[in-house]
Nanobody, 126 residues
C-alpha cells in the first residue's frame, strides 16, 4: 500500500506559477512510477505528467507544451509538479498517482495507477 498526500494548490493569476508536492508513505516509494492527473468540473480526468521510478524518464500531456515539469526526490519520498505560465484552463483538481513496477503500459492510462491522493485544487484567474 502507498498513501499519497498532495499539497501546494491554490489561487493564482494567469501567467503565474505553482509547485505541487505529493508526499508518499508506505511501500518503497523509489520503486514506483508516479504521475499527475487533473480533473476540471464536468470533464474527464486528464493526464498531466509522469516520471519513472528512477526519474530518468518523464512524460507529459500534449497541452503542457513545456510549461510544467515533473520531478521526484526519492530520499524525501516526494514527487513535484512545477507549473509555470498558468492559464485559466489549467483550473482543476490535481491528483497524484502511483503504480508499482508490475504495472506496465502507458503512463497516460489512469486505470494503471492503483494508488491516488485526495487531490489539490488549482484555480487560475484571468
Amino acid at each position: 500500500q502507498v498513501q499519497l498526500v498532495e499539497s501546494g494548490g491554490g489561487l493564482v493569476q494567469a501567467g503565474g506559477s505553482l509547485r505541487l508536492s505529493c508526499a508518499a508513505s508506505g511501500e518503497t516509494f523509489s520503486y514506483y512510477g508516479m504521475a499527475w492527473f487533473r480533473q476540471a468540473p464536468g470533464k474527464e480526468r486528464e493526464f498531466v505528467a509522469a516520471i519513472s521510478w528512477s526519474g530518468g524518464s518523464t512524460y507529459s500531456g500534449d497541452f503542457v507544451k513545456g510549461r510544467f515539469t515533473i520531478s521526484r526526490d526519492n530520499a524525501k519520498n516526494t514527487v513535484y509538479l512545477q507549473m509555470n505560465s498558468l492559464k485559466p484552463e489549467d483550473t482543476a483538481v490535481y491528483y497524484c498517482a502511483a503504480r508499482s513496477p508490475s504495472n506496465s503500459g502507458s503512463y497516460e492510462d489512469s486505470a494503471l495507477f492503483p494508488y491516488w491522493g485526495q487531490g489539490t485544487q488549482v484555480t487560475v484567474s484571468s
